[in-house]
């Protein structure tokens, strides 16, 4: 069974730029994660989406973020414009699990931006 | 909120050593908790979980016990191997348990 798969892996801009990032969840994964991971921190929540539904979207920078979820199976996570502060690594997670967590969430490997 | 302090690292050990990552958190009711595991070019897993009280999390070796009197959910394993070298991150469930919030992570590295 294939894992969450992201894209891109790296992403390298200049500030002010547009960038986006795709995910494509676990098949029959109902709930999606948008995780961004600061270096040497651990992941902090951006949004979650149950099918095609943001439920928790109160961590997202809502002035330069935006995240869809249309068909309810992948997702896409934008920044514009991009600042110096986003350089992180973005990841998706997935899970079987509507509403409350007691299982494991699955995790792609991330999307690295750096931006310059 | 609830949140998850975790010891700094990184931690370095002789194979067969003795390993103990300490965990502790503050939360509002009764998080469920977790310890994840990312090794070198891979995304984070799963290592182990425990949903209530005194239950005790195990996976290849790793034990953690879920301590509600000292809210501590502390990793163990008894003789690591060089394999174990990753970063390990404790985690527990929001205050609506629908995600996960996670710790800073402890970088273990096992030489042979």
């Known amino acids: 069974e294939a894992g969450v798969v992201q894209s891109p892996r790296y992403k390298i801009i200049e500030k002010k730029q547009p960038v986006a990032f795709w995910c494509n969840p676990i098949?029959?994964?109902?709930?999606l994660y948008w995780y961004r991971q600061n270096l040497g921190q651990g992941p902090e929540l951006l949004i979650r989406y149950e099918n095609e539904e943001a439920v928790d979207d109160s961590q997202l920078p809502k002035d330069r973020f935006s995240a869809e979820r249309l068909k309810g199976v992948d997702s896409t996570l934008k920044i514009q414009p991009a600042e110096l502060g986003d350089s992180a690594v973005y990841l998706c997670?997935?899970?079987?699990?509507?509403?409350?967590?007691?299982?494991?969430?699955?995790f792609g490997e991330g999307s690295r931006l750096t931006v310059l | 909120g609830n949140s998850v302090t975790q010891m700094e690292g990184p931690v370095t050990l002789s194979e067969e050593a003795f390993l103990t990552i300490n965990c502790t958190y503050t939360?509002?009711?009764?998080?469920?908790l977790f310890w994840y595991v990312q090794y070198p070019g891979e995304g984070l897993q799963l290592l182990l979980k425990?949903?209530?009280?005194?239950d005790k999390g195990s996976n290849k070796g790793f034990e953690a016990t879920y301590r509600k009197e000292t809210t501590s959910f502390h990793l163990e394993k008894g003789s690591v191997q060089v394999s174990d070298s990753a970063v390990y991150f404790c985690?527990?469930?929001?205050?609506?348990?629908?995600?996960?919030?996670f710790g800073k992570g402890t970088t273990l590295s096992v030489s042979s």
């Open positions: 985690a527990l469930t929001n205050q609506a348990g629908t995600a996960l919030i």
């Open positions: 425990a949903t209530k009280a005194d």
């Open positions: 939360a509002t009711g009764y998080p469920s």
């Open positions: 098949s029959g994964h109902n709930t």
């Open positions: 997670a997935s899970s079987p699990e509507a509403g409350e967590v007691t299982g494991e969430l699955f």
